[in-house]
Each structure stands twice: as C-alpha cells, then as structure tokens.
C-alpha cells in the first residue's frame, strides 16, 4: 500500500515519529499520519497552515507499508458529529490510543476530518512491522499558487 505525507523539507529524509499529540494518539505515541492520496495529504496540510502558505520548503512523501497490512478501521458509523472538531479530541484519543496499546496492527484508518469520505492512516512506528515501512520517495511540492494566496488572505 502507497501512503502519502506532506511536510516541511527538513523532516522529509527520514520516517520520523515526534510523539506530539494528534487527533488519534496522546503525546508520547510515536506514530506517522499519512492520507491515502497526495489532494488529501495536500488538504489536510491546508487545514493546519492556519494562514501560512506553502512554498519550496515542503515535500511530498511516497510511504510504502508491506502487503498485506495489519490494520484496524474506524469507521464513520461508530462515531459522533462531535469528533470532527478541531479543539476536541476526546472521541478520537481513547480509540486511537486503545489501538496503539493493544500492538495488534501497524495501520489505523481514519476518516479525515477534512473531507470524511476519505481515509488517513496513523502508523504505529514502534510495531514489529515498522522495520518494513519505507520511504520510497519524496517529490517537491508544487501547489497552485491562487492557494498560496488564498491562504495568505487569513494570516
């Protein structure tokens, strides 16, 4: 499976895990969040540049993860119209973090909060399959700039 990360150029040499806290895992959970395409990698990095534009200093991650995949899926239907909200993650922390304590998979999907017909993964990065992750690729990103300018309007 192809998985799809946008980042700042300095992160883009290596799968790196920062333990932040995110809308899935407590801070200290070293896990990767990657969508299943580059418009929705692109879209979920939209959502969180708050202003700030994108320019030459991002890059594109192709992140292969071995068939076949462990994985467990949270689907729309187990949860409220709440979890979508940005200053609240208390829906989404308790199942993300019960996946990440069980070990059971590499792979959690997760509708995005973006555009929820579509799916990100969190990659638990201390999973005995991690070793079999890889970094296939990184590209530059190259956006439209009537985005750039968009997001600049808000700054």
Same mark, same amino acid.
């Given at each position: 499976?192809?998985?799809?990360?946008?980042?700042?150029?300095?992160?883009?040499?290596?799968?790196?895990?920062?333990?932040?806290?995110?809308?899935?895992?407590?801070?200290?959970?070293?896990?990767?969040?990657?969508?299943?395409?580059?418009?929705?990698?692109?879209?979920?990095?939209?959502?969180?540049?708050?202003?700030?534009?994108?320019?030459?200093?991002?890059?594109?991650?192709?992140?292969?993860?071995?068939?076949?995949?462990?994985?467990?899926?949270?689907?729309?239907?187990?949860?409220?119209?709440?979890?979508?909200?940005?200053?609240?993650?208390?829906e989404?922390?308790?199942?993300?973090?019960?996946?990440?304590?069980?070990?059971?998979?590499?792979?959690?999907?997760?509708?995005?909060?973006?555009?929820?017909?579509?799916?990100?993964?969190?990659?638990?990065?201390v999973?005995?399959?991690?070793?079999?992750?890889?970094?296939?690729d990184?590209?530059?990103?190259? &956006?439209? &700039?009537?985005?750039?300018?968009?997001?600049?309007?808000?700054?």
């Amino acid at each position: 499976m192809l998985i799809y990360r946008i980042v700042h150029k300095i992160y883009s040499g290596s799968l790196f895990a920062s333990g932040m806290r995110g809308r899935w895992n407590s801070a200290g959970n070293k896990v990767l969040y990657a969508a299943e395409s580059i418009p929705l990698a692109f879209l979920e990095n939209m959502v969180r540049r708050q202003g700030v534009g994108f320019n030459n200093d991002f890059r594109i991650m192709f992140i292969s993860v071995p068939d076949p995949v462990s994985m467990e899926v949270i689907s729309l239907d187990g949860l409220s119209p709440a979890w979508r909200n940005p200053n609240d993650y208390s829906e989404c922390l308790p199942l993300g973090d019960k996946w990440y304590q069980d070990g059971k998979s590499i792979a959690l999907k997760v509708p995005s909060a973006a555009m929820p017909e579509a799916f990100n993964y969190v990659i638990n990065t201390v999973h005995k399959e991690y070793s079999k992750v890889e970094l296939v690729d990184v590209t530059n990103l190259v &956006p439209d &700039p009537r985005i750039e300018d968009i997001l600049k309007k808000y700054h």
